[in-house]
């Protein structure tokens, strides 16, 4: 039998190291592109989350596009091996109807779509609005709320409360609010604020792209602000009901940014909760290299103690990981958190622009520390650039989301990755 020389048999080993890793790398992220917006009457510039019902079909928003350029609810539906959009409404675009949707859908048991626009109704203060299906096809909007006054205006994405009712916020008023479904067939809907921040010490501006509250299961509602708090750089807070119908809604502010190389700086994404009470969430800014952190607090071991925070991951703003991470997290059933960067990444994009976006994963590993991996790396005309709005994550655990700009035409993408 021929002698093989060491350095041969290390060669052959390196190589098979490298095929293995090649081949978990590929396994880590399979992408596709599902849908291109841009082409003929279709929707132009997806910001909010994507939105998933039983059957598999997806549904969001445009900030434009649509026969009056003023913005689209579009359906992406599995046809085959491959996909279908549809533009479900095209928003009119004046004072007395609906324009500029930025935001997340929610969707009842019956099957109506929930959302909101930054403008439109009264005096450009935004509304929200219904799409219903209708017997035979097609959808059926109405206007359930248009925002003007003490009520806020501008809003951000929805939560649908268990009890029918709708929660969200505004960026201008500083208002936290519900809208309560009519009480009888056929009245209306009855708005009530929940909370005004003072643009101070108690929060100043609840961001409105996509930044939708979440709830426990005591009915407490958890965002952010990307101003005000402590330190003037935003905060995480928590809103608890009253003990009695009678009493007022109350902030507690769990945690303020301060916005220095060891802290993160301007949250503006959704954040999301674990089993344990721990939340999870996203800064643009801040952290060692200014280009925004992923983070945790937690919950104090004792009663008046106060609440915790732990970097996760700090974003170095170059083409390693990304930066700018605009929109908050995903948690699939082990712990590990999705999101992505709005910059960054290896990608060059339309008009030679360096760095148009990532997918990231954040992974515990034990003890306290977490591993970062890029997934994907947007390159502009192929697969689209600058994702805004959050991932929606399925029963199996692969990734839904929307880029704002790139693509076959320009405008933006739906895409799918399988980690």
């Known amino acids: 039998m021929p002698d093989i020389s060491l350095s041969t ?46 059957a598999g079909n997806f549904y969001g928003t445009t900030i434009g596009g649509g026969p009056n350029n003023v913005g689209t609810v579009f359906e992406v539906s599995p046809s085959g091996s491959s996909w279908t959009e549809s533009v479900l409404y095209s928003f009119v675009g004046n004072n007395l109807n609906l324009q500029g949707p930025q935001s997340n859908l929610v969707m009842d048991t019956a099957g109506n779509l929930y959302g909101t626009t930054f403008w439109g109704g009264i005096n450009n203060g935004g509304t929200i609005f219904e799409l219903s299906p209708v017997s035979g096809g097609g959808w ?8 003007q006054g003490k009520s806020g205006i501008s809003p951000g994405g929805l939560l649908l409360g268990r009890n029918g009712a709708l929660y969200g916020t505004t960026l201008w008023g500083n208002t936290a ?3 309560n479904p009519p009480a009888v067939a056929g009245g209306s809907w009855t708005g009530k604020v929940l909370f005004t921040f003072d643009a101070g010490s108690n929060g100043n501006g609840p961001f409105y792209e996509g930044a939708a509250l979440i709830s426990d299961k005591h009915g407490n509602l958890y965002g952010v602000t990307y101003l005000g708090g402590a330190y003037g750089e935003g905060e995480v807070f928590e809103l608890s009901p009253p003990a009695t119908q009678a009493g007022a809604w109350t902030e507690t502010i769990l945690f303020s940014f301060g916005g220095y190389t060891t802290d993160g700086r301007v949250p503006t994404g ?16 801040g952290g060692s290299s200014n280009a925004g952190t ?14 915790t925070e732990t970097l996760l991951h700090t974003f170095t703003g170059g ?3 990304g930066s700018a991470p605009y929109a908050g997290l995903v948690m699939d059933r082990v712990g590990n958190l999705y999101g992505v960067t709005y910059s960054g990444g290896t990608g060059l994009c339309q008009f030679n622009f360096p760095g148009c976006g990532t997918v990231f994963k954040v992974s515990p590993t034990g003890g306290s520390t977490w591993t970062t991996t890029v997934l994907h790396n947007f390159q502009g005309s192929s697969d689209g650039e600058f994702p805004y709005g959050g991932l929606m994550i399925n029963g199996v655990g692969h990734l839904f989301g929307t880029t704002s700009g790139g693509g076959k035409y320009g405008y933006g993408t739906v895409f799918e990755i399988q980690p």
């Open 9 to 54: 048999r290390k060669s052959a080993v390196l190589a098979l190291v490298f095929l293995t890793l090649s081949a978990a790398a590929m396994a880590q992220a399979k992408f596709a592109v599902l849908h291109a917006f841009g082409s003929g009457s279709d929707g132009r510039g997806p910001w909010g989350q994507l939105l998933a019902d039983k």
């Open 177 to 179: 609010y519900e809208l």
């Open 270 to 285: 959704a954040v999301v909760m674990d089993a344990a009470g721990n939340i999870y969430g996203t800064t643009v800014d």
């Open 294 to 307: 992923v983070f945790e607090i937690s919950p104090p071991a004792s009663q008046g103690q106060p609440w």
């Open 319 to 321: 083409t390693s990981d």
């Open 140 to 147: 059926a909007e109405t206007v359930l709320f248009k925002f």
